[in-house]
């Protein structure tokens, strides 16, 4: 399985969302790593809502792109700033509205996992279906 770093910008609400992917992802089999050096795979959560945070998240996504890692663009940046993005990133990206409400989105980015979010409550485990299992 992969080794995933999870980086996250600013907000609060996004650090929950960074939370869920921990969670989605370590019940999969992967490993959260805390250092991208050591990752296969580089979870950036940017905010793209203020000028300053989203300058800062457009920085730091440059230099999590020199490290030998995929990267996956997550948050509000995807959606606040689509042009800007594609401007400097060609990779995967998911937006914060798909983290809440789509989970579809998330797991074509991972295909090999074998545990999905509930369609029903978006949860990873819930009760109302003890997650869907591909």
């Known amino acids: 399985m992969k080794k995933i770093f999870l980086y996250v910008t600013a907000c609060e609400l996004r650090l929950l969302d960074a939370n869920k992917l921990c969670t989605y992802f370590t019940v999969n089999g992967h490993e959260i790593v805390d250092k991208p050096e050591k990752a296969d795979v580089i979870i950036f959560i940017g905010c793209g809502i203020f000028n300053d945070t989203t300058d ?37 990206t998911v937006s914060t509205k798909d983290l809440d409400k789509n989970p579809d989105e998330v797991d074509k980015l991972f295909p090999e996992n074998k545990i999905s979010r509930c369609r029903r409550c978006k949860h990873i485990l819930c009760k109302c279906s003890i997650s869907e299992i591909r």
């Open 56 to 92: 800062y998240s457009f920085k730091k996504l440059e230099k999590y792109k020199k490290y030998n890692a995929e990267i996956i663009v997550a948050g509000c940046l995807p959606a606040m700033e689509e042009e800007r993005l594609k401007e400097v990133f060609k990779g995967k």
